[in-house]
T-cell receptor
Framework: GAVVSQHPSRVICKSGTSVKIECRSLDFQATTMFWYRQFPKQSLMLMAT?????????EQGVEKDKFLINHASLTLSTLTVTSAHPEDSSFYIC????????????FGSGTRLTVV | GENVEQHPSTLSVQEGDSAVIKCTYS??????FPWYKQELGKRPQLIIDIRSNVGEKKDQRIAVTLNKTAKHFSLHITETQPEDSAVYFCAASRGSSNTGKLIFGQGTTLQVKP
């Protein structure tokens, strides 16, 4: 089946620094990838839709200059949290759908970000 | 945009009993409704899904029903086991995996007591 690899699984960074999270589709092409954020004991909140070769579409309330998304190829999307603050500490998870298939979303393993 | 409401937020049942989790959605154009099980610190795992052209789907102890008119869908787990304990999320999408973003419900923490 479709596999999505997400790295790193855990990262601790200092306030003010930037962190890049990678999401790769290993055995399929993903025109579209989705980035979610999940705070403890809460649901997955969609942050943005990442489109290969074009600008990402951000959900209301998500700062596009703070959460930079790049989807340069059909197998890789990256999320960069810029100028991180402790309130950005969260579980970030990506999801991708296979280009040739309708429906069916595969999730990455998630990244636990802690900003100190 | 789409809004998905999920109830209850917590559910405790005795082993062997049934558990039912309900969701409603707001976007009548939504046509794909998956259910996920998530264990602490892990990715959501798809347990069952249903498309809008079907009213019910069953997979062993798990079933999902969909009422498009009322815009609600439910997860039914029969003969619950302690290993069913986890957080369950419903979700809704209006398109294919290429264009349809998944919007999640708030989640239900299911506890199955042995």
């Amino acid at each position: 089946g479709a596999v999505v690899s997400q790295h790193p699984s855990r990262v601790i960074c200092k306030s003010g620094t930037s962190v890049k999270i990678e999401c790769r589709s290993l055995d399929f092409q993903a025109t579209t990838m989705f980035w979610y954020r999940q705070f403890p004991k809460q649901s997955l909140m969609l942050m943005a839709t990442s489109n290969e070769g074009s600008k990402a579409t951000y959900e209301q309330g998500v700062e596009k200059d703070k959460f930079l998304i790049n989807h340069a190829s059909l197998t890789l999307s990256t999320l960069t949290v810029t100028s991180a603050h402790p309130e950005d500490s969260s579980f970030y998870i990506c999801s991708a759908g296979e280009t040739s298939a309708n429906y069916g979303y595969t999730f990455g393993s998630g990244t636990r970000l802690t900003v100190v | 945009g789409e809004n998905v409401e999920q109830h209850p937020s917590t559910l405790s049942v005795q082993e062997g009993d049934s558990a039912v989790i309900k969701c409603t959605y707001s976007d009548s154009a939504s046509n794909y409704f998956p259910w996920y099980k998530q264990e602490l610190g892990k990715r959501p795992q798809l347990i069952i899904d249903i498309r809008s052209n079907v009213g019910e789907k069953k997979d062993q102890r798990i079933a999902v029903t969909l009422n498009k008119t009322a815009k609600h869908f439910s997860l039914h787990i029969t003969e619950t086991q302690p290993e069913d304990s986890a957080v369950y999320f419903c979700a809704a999408s209006r398109g294919s995996s290429n264009t349809g973003k998944l919007i999640f419900g708030q989640g239900t923490t299911l506890q199955v007591k042995p």
